[in-house]
């Protein structure tokens, strides 16, 4: 990612921070009591919270798909924020009234529920993307057949062997895509019969036809497995 788009936001926290400080410090805010000096304290805490999550959210080293899922995780901590620069302004107008326990209260709860929201969030996004990276290599081995089943189509040149090779490489495309550990004999075998088949393209058609055939019925059965494993 470029260095432009991680020192941009940033800038912009700097900037909130020292609006922040210098309308508190210049503007004759009365602080005759605590309660000003504690929404001040987690108002700053709050800001750098969210400029925290925003670069754990989206500048870690991942996929571009996780850093998306981190939109709900920095959502959290910007609402956090929003909220506790209001209550701010609030305690600021009013501090003459508004109880420095009140204030407190107030305070602690806001930092609570963002806790709850953006680690509730996190969680969720790591769980998302432990299910998608299972995905991934569950179906790696159907897409290697399918790589392969292409390749050797496009290798062969016998006549009598291509439209074979064709309706092989449709099997495979449209096979169960999920493997499981429960399949790995059957895919191995796959496996090994197309390395053989690969070794033996245009060379001889017959050991080619049987070849293709031998697969094609290990292809049928190992969806058979698939449905088996599914009910």
Do not use: H
């Not at 709050?46 to 899922?69: D, Q, R």
């Amino acid at each position: 990612m470029n260095k432009s788009f991680k020192v941009y936001p940033l800038i912009v926290f700097i900037a909130i921070l020292a609006a922040i400080n210098v309308i508190y410090f210049l503007v004759p805010i009365p602080k005759v009591t605590a309660s000003p000096w504690i929404a001040y304290g987690f108002t700053m805490f709050s800001v750098l919270f969210t400029c925290g999550t925003l670069y754990f959210s989206f500048f870690k080293n991942e996929p571009v798909k996780s850093k998306a899922y981190g939109f709900p995780v920095f959502r959290c901590a910007q609402i956090y924020m929003v909220f506790q620069v209001i209550f701010f302004a609030v305690v600021c107008l009013f501090s003459l009234v508004i109880p420095e326990w009140v204030t407190l209260i107030v305070c602690i709860l806001a930092l609570i529920f963002a806790l709850i929201g953006v680690l509730s969030a996190e969680t969720a996004r790591t769980i998302i993307n432990n299910q998608e990276q299972r995905d991934a290599v569950a179906t790696a081995q159907n897409t290697y057949f399918r790589l392969d089943a292409a390749a050797l189509v496009n290798k062969c040149n016998n006549p009598a062997v291509k439209p074979e090779l064709e309706k092989l490489a449709d099997d495979i495309r449209y096979s169960d895509p999920v493997s499981t550990p429960a399949l790995n004999d059957v895919e191995s075998y796959i496996y090994n019969q197309m390395r053989a088949l690969d070794m033996q393209l245009n060379s001889n058609s017959e050991i080619e036809l049987k070849l293709i055939a031998d697969i094609r019925r290990a292809i049928a059965d190992r969806n058979q497995r698939c449905k088996m494993l599914k009910r």
